[in-house]
């Protein structure tokens, strides 16, 4: 198994490193699937979050993925370029461009649910109980918080 390979870095006993193997191979499985529609991961993640949001731009984008702004602008000047999203100044701010869907982007959103849903189900994870699910997700929290804190010199 390819993990042992790295078993003197990473410990298998540490969740940390678990989790950090299990993300690189979600996203890994995550790439491979979209690359089919010619995206990457990033890509992805930049339609979902313009879908779920009303008013956002790159900035927002950035700090929201917690991506470097070099990565989004990547990402936006290439999903603009393929007709997935459209830029429009923004009204209240003309520094700033609000960030749309194209029709093309919006018909992308069920099957990138197909796809995260595809993975969950062949790693059983549609299986998982409730509680796990719940603590999982209170300790993801946690961290975010834990680095915002850091962020703003609250240690």
């Not at 540490?14 to 979209?34: A, C, M, P, S, W």
């Not at 994870?125 to 509680?131: A, C, I, K, S, V």
Request: charged residues 35%; contains cysteine.
């Amino acid at each position: 198994m390819k993990f042992e390979k790295t078993m003197g870095f990473y410990d298998s006993n540490r969740l940390g490193d678990i989790l950090f193997i299990f993300h690189k191979n979600h996203k890994t499985y995550l790439n491979d699937e979209l690359s089919k529609y010619d995206l990457s991961l990033i890509s992805a993640l930049c339609i979902l979050m313009i879908h779920e949001s009303e008013e956002l731009n790159q900035k927002d984008l950035s700090d929201g993925l917690y991506l470097t702004k070099g990565a989004i602008t990547k990402s936006v000047k290439k999903l603009e370029r393929d007709g997935w999203i459209l830029r429009e100044r923004s009204e209240n701010d003309k520094r700033h461009f609000i960030l749309k869907l194209t029709s093309k982007g919006n018909n992308f959103i069920p099957i990138m649910k197909e796809v995260n849903d595809k993975w969950e189900s062949e790693m059983g994870l549609d299986g998982l109980n409730y509680n796990f699910r719940k603590t999982f997700i209170e300790l993801t929290h946690r961290a975010i918080d834990l680095n915002l804190k850091k962020e703003n010199g609250k240690d």
